[in-house]
């Protein structure tokens, strides 16, 4: 059993920056990945960032791609998602999750077994 927990969210204005922190404890040794969802009022959830624990890859959703930053502390299985260049429609529950190893695709949530409870990011404009 894993258990992630976030840190970091709140109240920004549109163009400032953000950082989000998901600290995970438990069994992560069979970690293969981690990431980063988020959840806008009265949307589904969507896929933000991931990062491949064996090599660093690094995965991020086409609405994020060059803003944001997920990067990782091996020594404290810690994972940060930066977020520069805010805007409104970035406002959401932002969600962090462990993916066990197996074969499905990190873009979907179906790779994921541990979840966060979740924190607020919003953006004014």
């Known amino acids: 059993q894993v258990q992630p927990v976030e840190s970091g969210g709140g109240l920004v204005q549109a163009g400032d920056s953000l950082r989000v922190s998901c600290g995970a404890s438990g069994r992560t040794f069979s970690t293969r990945a981690m990431g980063w969802f988020r959840q806008a009022p009265g949307k589904e959830r969507e896929f933000v960032a991931a990062?491949?624990?064996?090599?660093?890859?690094?995965y991020y959703a086409d609405s994020v791609k060059g803003r944001f930053t997920i990067s990782r502390d091996n020594a404290k299985s810690t994972v940060y998602l930066q977020m520069n260049s805010l805007k409104p429609e970035d406002t959401a529950v932002y969600y962090c999750t462990v993916a066990p190893y197996s074969g499905r695709s990190l873009f979907n949530e179906d790779a994921y077994a541990y979840w966060g409870q979740g924190t607020q990011v919003t953006v004014s404009s």
């Open positions: 990062i491949r624990w064996r090599d660093d890859s690094t």
